[in-house]
């Protein structure tokens, strides 16, 4: 279904969509990638709960002004070009649920792009993107066992690995990461317990409050992620994830925390401490660029008994390089689970920091120093990213 036919049989009846104001806006102008303004197109107000599929259309620009949400059995497609501007809030968010299908499939050439609605944007205007599949987590136990999700509260997790909540592809989201409170934050992309079916390919997080994209358990997998001037973890794992993930693309800009955080298990729930599985990811063509060794600051950082096998990694401006903490953390590393193939460290002063109590040096945990290149993010970033 086409969104003005949406529209004007949501006017009709009121029923569709929550706090939306009429569509008679005046006409406005759209800043794809950076570039030369395009020009003007017509304005449509979208949020609330879709009862019917809904197709947002190549040239047209719309207002968020309320969650969107998509329910099991609804698609929501969003064509080449599309951008949408939310209004402020962390209650103003794109949510997939389980069962729901996102087809979101830009082009290098014409982005798809999600971005604050205010004058002058800055981390935490609004939500970001939210993608809740039936994978299997370490939270619960037990068949297609569901947790609720940091923000809505809204059900993901489950015992189908190939779970397809649809494609992803160059997609951009700008100023997300809106807290509702101190533990309930959005991030630019947040994939809960999303399956192998889904496809993830050219994602960029930029300027956000919170995590970048954050994986809480599922295998899905994703490439050629770009995030720049996350405020918080630029990359996020927990509760069991196992997907790959291959080139990244990593630069901090402003005060933040780590380039990547991964967790074994969802240590906020603090109630599986010893889960039935943990985070395993793969990591290929990693670049992480920071502040300087001057700052107080760590590249990685892995803990709560996550494992993760990384290979072709730079790391440029760091304190510290890698930090790995808990013992079980080191439980990985011994047995093979964990560790890192070609990596080159460039001004970073710590390479290794075990708080594992892991009886592991450097070079069982390191093959190939020197020989890390990172991903070649020139080859692949053209045209859809900002810079």
């Not at 497609?77 to 729901?100: E, F, H, K």
């Not at 994703?222 to 790959?244: C, K, L, Y």
């Not at 803990?303 to 953390?329: H, P, Q, Y």
Request: net charge negative; charged share 15%; hydrophobic share 35%.
């Amino acid at each position: 279904m086409k969104a003005n036919k949406f529209l004007l049989g949501l006017f009709a009846t009121a029923i569709l969509f929550v706090g939306c104001a009429d569509d008679d806006t005046a006409d406005v102008t759209i800043n794809n990638n950076g570039g030369d303004p395009d020009p003007t197109v017509s304005s449509n107000v979208i949020g609330g709960t879709l009862t019917e599929d809904l197709t947002l259309e190549t040239g047209e620009e719309y207002s968020l002004e309320s969650a969107l949400i998509v329910p099991e059995g609804i698609t929501l497609t969003i064509n080449p070009g599309v951008v949408v501007r939310a209004t402020t809030g962390s209650d103003v968010y794109i949510a997939v649920l389980q069962g729901a299908t996102l087809n979101a499939e830009g082009t290098s050439s014409n982005p798809i792009i999600l971005t604050s609605a205010t004058a002058t944007p800055g981390p935490g205007d609004w939500g970001g993107l939210i993608v809740l599949g039936r994978a299997p987590i370490n939270s619960v136990v037990g068949g297609d066992a569901t947790s609720t999700s940091e923000i809505g509260g809204l059900p993901y997790g489950g015992s189908i690995t190939d779970d397809n909540s649809g494609i992803i592809r160059y997609v951009r989201v700008e100023y997300s990461g809106g807290a509702a409170d101190a533990a309930s934050e959005n991030n630019g992309f947040s994939f809960y317990g999303v399956g192998s079916g889904t496809t993830v390919q050219f994602i960029q997080a930029f300027e956000g409050a919170d995590d970048g994209v954050e994986f809480f358990g599922g295998t899905v997998n994703a490439s050629n992620i770009s995030i720049v001037g996350a405020q918080d973890d630029s990359v996020d794992w927990t509760e069991g994830f196992t997907g790959t993930l291959t080139d990244v693309y990593i630069e901090h800009r402003q005060s933040h925390d780590k380039g990547i955080e991964g967790d074994g298990f969802n240590t906020d729930i603090g109630n599986n401490s010893n889960p039935i599985f943990w985070s395993a990811p793969t990591i290929n063509n990693l670049t992480i660029l920071g502040l300087g060794s001057t700052n107080e600051n760590e590249a990685i950082r892995l803990r709560a008994g996550t494992r993760a096998l990384l290979t072709n990694v730079l790391i440029d401006g760091f304190a510290e390089g890698f930090d790995l903490d808990d013992s079980e953390t080191g439980n990985g590393v011994l047995s093979g689970d964990t560790g890192v193939t070609d990596v080159t460290f460039v001004d970073v002063t710590l390479q290794l920091k075990n708080d594992t109590d892991g009886a592991f040096t450097d070079a069982d945990f390191f093959t190939g120093v020197g020989n890390g290149t990172g991903t070649d993010y020139a080859s692949w970033s053209s045209g859809w990213t900002r810079n």
